[in-house]
């Protein structure tokens, strides 16, 4: 069944991948880059996410123009990158102090996308200039590969495992979930965000409801549709939106 609530993970356990010692070469550039980030967000909040932005940040952060260039070589692009990035890392933290057994895989992912809102509460703003310069044609490409870091990280959270059609269309449904809760949660000013949580718990409801549609139809019924993608939400769609109230 796709998305569905009797989805039961073998491993309840939710733990973050795997990664190297505290003290390897890696996690001390991770550190590094997460700092810069850090340091760079209260700037994108008034010039977007520019070079200046990342100048401005990494003077902030004691960093020069050389150690910006090798932490963030790709410049502009690799900051949101590592701000999309943190907060996944972020999440996961999140999750894995909590008892996730309990729970069904409908609230699992939903506790998961509010986690992140959570943790991204602080920078809202520079959450609102990074989905406008997401948005933008030129950088689609990188949209896409956060936002599929993103859901692939709320269902290994989530415990799914699954690995054929199912893999698929559980990413494809819940980025349309993300997308749209992202763009009500920033235009959002009820309390503490409760018109956002309302609006989330209603998206997941119609994706476990598209799930049991799907696992309702046979194989040659599925492979009859001209195209599945077009049944599926479209984050593309609320990205636009984004661009246009930037």
Known sequence: MVASDTDTPTDSTVAPPSSPSPTTPVDERLALRDRLMLAILPHVAFDGWSAVALRQGAADAGMGAAQLAALFPGGVADGVAQFSDWADRAMLAQLAGRDLSVMKVRTRVALAVRLRLELLSPWAEAVRRTSSFVALPTHTALAARLLYRTVDAIWYAAGDQSTDFNYYT?????????????????????????????????????????????????????????????????????????????
């Not at 979930?177 to 763009?183: F, K, N, Y």
């Not at 959002?188 to 998206?203: E, G, M, Q, V």
């Open 170 to 246: 559980k990413r494809a449904l819940l980025a349309g979930v993300q997308t749209a809760t992202v763009l009500y949660w920033l235009g959002d000013r009820s309390p503490d965000y409760a018109d956002t949580w309302a609006f989330l718990d209603r998206r997941i409801e119609n994706v476990m409801a598209f799930g049991r549609t799907l696992a309702t139809l046979s194989p040659p019924k599925l492979s009859s549709l001209k195209n599945v993608g077009d049944l599926l939400p479209s984050p593309l769609r609320f990205s636009r939106h984004l661009r246009q109230r930037a």
